[in-house]
């Protein structure tokens, strides 16, 4: 362990009372702006729904019960982790430990727009030992610059960076080897420990958000004659169908993140209802018929109202890291193909969902699960079905059973 790694300590969330008073004041100024006859979902978020959230969240919504309910339910804490050339942050994360001693230590990681209340469903199922499936240890951080972990200051914290922050994370706790688990910007970022570290400390990852290079004369020339020659089935006809959608009208933010972050996060910092528009149209257009109430909507959103850093610092990771093109923004597919043991869950309504024959060349795949309900908040939408494939994996005659020596999941 880095002996600059600081110590932990215990952490609860604490909004002061005059950040909910100012909330309280910008919600009474709010302008909203009109709309045209049968919008509906076709121009964004609609008024109807907005206006319904912003008077919830004036006259109704109580953050101290549900700030309360957050502290009680999932173990929080911090501590300053130094990263390569970016001096310390102070990391926000959470960490549940199973009462199974040899548990497999997981290493959790969100992305955008979520935070660490994605792991709260799955925290329960993990953690819980059963002579028919694994336990786990699970560890979920917030991202710099999300939730109530510190940002960087400086320009230039890509990839390697966040990797770099949960590696030294895991092995603070003592988890000198674990497996990791991470959709969205969770995927990208489980690649990279899996490339940097994996082997030696990372001994397989699974994430919920595969992805792929198409298919290419020189670099898979089998896998573009098989897309001449076969079909796809009907469950990869329609994750190309669900691409085509997301790229054509569900894509748009990606554009202004990566490009002028800065210019779109004042908009963010300053307006409330702005920042929840700009997200509640993700949590509907990119979930699977999920049915959010609204309390469920406002306390997301107030996650990131109340960040450490302010909500703008979440987005500048698209620009470091597409803007910087560390990512090809065509197939997101970063070199190399990690070695260690890969597994992989398709949603049905991921965003991006490619055939399997592509998916199989991202790395070293042992496990792959299908499921007909889900989406792009795999964890928050279907815990149940998430844990399962998490089980299954590392389970007594699953492809990666035993991977950490010693931590076998069972008592």
């Not at 991202?143 to 590696?167: D, T």
């Not at 469950?235 to 972050?261: D, I, N, V």
């Not at 890291?321 to 997101?332: D, M, P, T, Y």
């Amino acid at each position: 362990m880095d002996s600059n790694v600081g110590i932990e300590s215990p952490f609860q969330i604490a909004i002061t009372d005059d950040k909910i008073s100012a909330l309280r004041t910008k919600l009474d100024l709010t302008v909203l702006p009109d709309e045209l006859e049968d919008a509906s979902w076709d121009y964004g978020a609609p008024l109807s729904d907005i206006r319904r959230l912003l008077a919830r969240w004036k006259d109704g919504y109580d953050w101290r019960a549900e700030e309360a309910r957050i502290n009680e339910s999932i173990p929080q804490f911090t501590r300053d982790i130094p990263v390569d050339g970016f001096g310390s942050l102070n990391i926000h994360y959470v960490h549940k430990r199973s009462d199974v001693v040899d548990a497999i230590p997981l290493l959790f990681v969100h992305g955008w727009p979520g935070h660490f209340l994605e792991v709260r469903k799955l925290l329960p199922l993990l953690v819980k030992g059963s002579p028919d499936h694994p336990a786990f240890h699970v560890v979920a951080f917030s991202l710099p610059g999300y939730g109530f972990s510190e940002a960087p200051k400086r320009k230039g914290f890509r990839l390697k960076q966040f990797a770099e922050v949960g590696h030294k994370l895991m092995l603070a706790l003592g988890y000198n080897e674990y497996v990791t688990q991470g959709g969205d910007w969770g995927h990208f970022i489980t690649h990279k420990i899996a490339v940097e570290y994996g082997g030696k400390h990372c001994k397989a990852w699974h994430t919920n958000f595969p992805q792929a290079e198409f298919p290419h004369p020189t670099k898979h020339p089998w896998l573009l004659i098989s897309h001449l020659l076969f079909s796809y089935t009907p469950f990869e006809k329609s994750g190309l169908e669900r691409a085509q959608w997301y790229l054509k009208h569900s894509s748009g933010y990606l554009a202004e993140q990566s490009t002028q972050p800065q210019t779109l996060g004042y908009g963010l910092a300053d307006s409330p209802v702005g920042l929840l528009a700009w997200i509640y149209e993700k949590l509907v257009a990119w979930t699977d018929s999920y049915p959010w109430e609204d309390d469920e909507v406002l306390t997301w959103i107030s996650i990131y109202w109340f960040s450490r850093a302010g909500p703008a610092a979440s987005l500048r990771i698209y620009h470091e890291v597409i803007g910087s093109g560390e990512l090809n923004a065509k197939s997101f597919t970063p070199p190399p193909r990690p070695k260690i043991p890969m597994g992989f869950s398709m949603f049905e309504k991921e965003l991006v969902r490619f055939p399997k024959s592509w998916t199989r060349c991202s790395g070293n795949v042992v496990f792959e699960s299908d499921h007909g309900s889900g989406g792009h908040f795999a964890a928050h939408e279907r815990p149940d079905f998430l844990s399962g494939d998490l089980r299954r994996m590392f389970a007594k005659g699953g492809p990666a059973f035993g991977v950490v020596p010693g931590r076998t999941g069972y008592a």
